[in-house]
Nanobody
Framework: QVQLAESGGELVQAGGSLRLSCAASGFNLDAAKIAWFRQAPGKEREAVSCTGGNDYYTWYRDSVRGRFTISVDKARNTAFLQMNSLKFEDTAVYLC???????????????????WGQGTQVTVSS
């Protein structure tokens, strides 16, 4: 079965850190573009970070740049989102998404991704 499964979300105090995982099964993360999105209650889904094929290119939204780091461990077939210096406004359900690599770049448009995980809740207390 082809699927993505996120984990690692939990309740954390502001200033703390979390590492989210996105485990792929039924397919390989090689030659893929991977993205993390998030959706807070009452708000639209927004892209947080993405990485393109061959790890050539990464993108971060301005509000997380310098605090979050996206990575892909191909040996473990798992993508990660390291989140440091968490803020209350980072509270959301975080979802990972996959699409076949299309060149070296990635996209922050949710419509460009074919497969999604179910999400993991991150709650930051102020």
């Amino acid at each position: 079965q082809v699927q993505l499964a996120e984990s690692g979300g939990e309740l954390v105090q502001a200033g703390g850190s979390l590492r989210l995982s996105c485990a792929a099964s039924g397919f390989n993360l090689d030659a893929a573009k991977i993205a993390w999105f998030r959706q807070a209650p009452g708000k639209e889904r927004e892209a947080v970070s993405c990485t393109g094929g061959n790890d050539y290119y990464t993108w971060y939204r301005d509000s997380v740049r310098g605090r979050f780091t996206i990575s892909v461990d191909k040996a473990r077939n798992t993508a990660f989102l390291q989140m440091n210096s968490l803020k209350f406004e980072d509270t959301a359900v975080y979802l990972c998404a996959w699409a076949p690599a299309d060149g070296l770049f990635c996209s922050y448009d949710s419509q460009d991704y074919d497969l999604w995980g179910q999400g993991t809740q991150v709650t930051v207390s102020s």
